[in-house]
C-alpha cells in the first residue's frame, strides 16, 4: 500500500524535494536534473515540463525515454534497504534515483555518480 502512495504522488512535488536535498549540501538544481536525465533519458527541458504537469512519480519513470543500463551498477543502501535488492522494479527505479541524490549530496564527483 505504501508504495502506491509513492506511485501516486505528483511528480512536481516530490522532484522539488530530492532537488533541495541535494542543494543543501551545495550541490545544484542543475546537477540533479543531470542525474535524473542519465538515469532516465528525460531531456531537461522535459524535466521542468514535466515539473509542471500533473504526471505521478510512478508514471515519470514508467514513461521515462530510455532508462540507462548503466543504472544497474547503482549499488548500496537507501531508507535502510539495499537497491540492488529491491524486487518490486518500480520501486527499485525510484530507489536508483534516490541513491545517485544521495551521492551528490554527500559529494561524490559526478563521472563516479554516473558510472563513467
Same mark, same amino acid.
Given at each position: 500500500?505504501? %508504495?502506491?502512495? !509513492?506511485? *501516486?504522488?505528483?511528480? #512536481?512535488? @516530490?522532484?522539488? =524535494?530530492?532537488?533541495? &536535498?541535494?542543494?543543501?549540501?551545495?550541490?545544484? &538544481?542543475?546537477?540533479? *536534473?543531470?542525474?535524473?536525465?542519465?538515469?532516465? #533519458?528525460?531531456?531537461?527541458? +522535459?524535466?521542468?515540463?514535466?515539473?509542471?504537469? /500533473?504526471?505521478?512519480? #510512478? /508514471?515519470?519513470?514508467?514513461?521515462?525515454?530510455?532508462? %540507462?543500463?548503466? $543504472?544497474?551498477? !547503482?549499488? #548500496?543502501?537507501?531508507?535502510?534497504?539495499?537497491?540492488? /535488492?529491491?524486487?518490486?522494479?518500480?520501486?527499485?527505479?525510484?530507489?536508483?534515483? *534516490?541513491? @545517485?541524490? *544521495?551521492?551528490?549530496? &554527500?559529494?561524490?564527483? =559526478?563521472?563516479? !555518480?554516473? +558510472? $563513467?
Amino acid at each position: 500500500m505504501a %508504495n502506491e502512495k !509513492i506511485y *501516486d504522488m505528483p511528480f #512536481g512535488k @516530490l522532484y522539488p =524535494m530530492l532537488i533541495a &536535498k541535494a542543494e543543501k549540501k551545495g550541490r545544484t &538544481k542543475t546537477e540533479v *536534473d543531470e542525474v535524473t536525465a542519465w538515469l532516465t #533519458g528525460y531531456s531537461r527541458e +522535459r524535466l521542468e515540463e514535466l515539473m509542471e504537469s /500533473d504526471i505521478t512519480y #510512478g /508514471d515519470f519513470f514508467l514513461q521515462a525515454p530510455t532508462l %540507462n543500463p548503466n $543504472r544497474r551498477l !547503482i549499488k #548500496g543502501v537507501v531508507c535502510g534497504v539495499r537497491v540492488e /535488492d529491491i524486487q518490486e522494479p518500480l520501486m527499485q527505479e525510484i530507489r536508483y534515483l *534516490d541513491k @545517485l541524490v *544521495d551521492e551528490l549530496a &554527500k559529494g561524490k564527483a =559526478m563521472e563516479k !555518480i554516473l +558510472r $563513467r
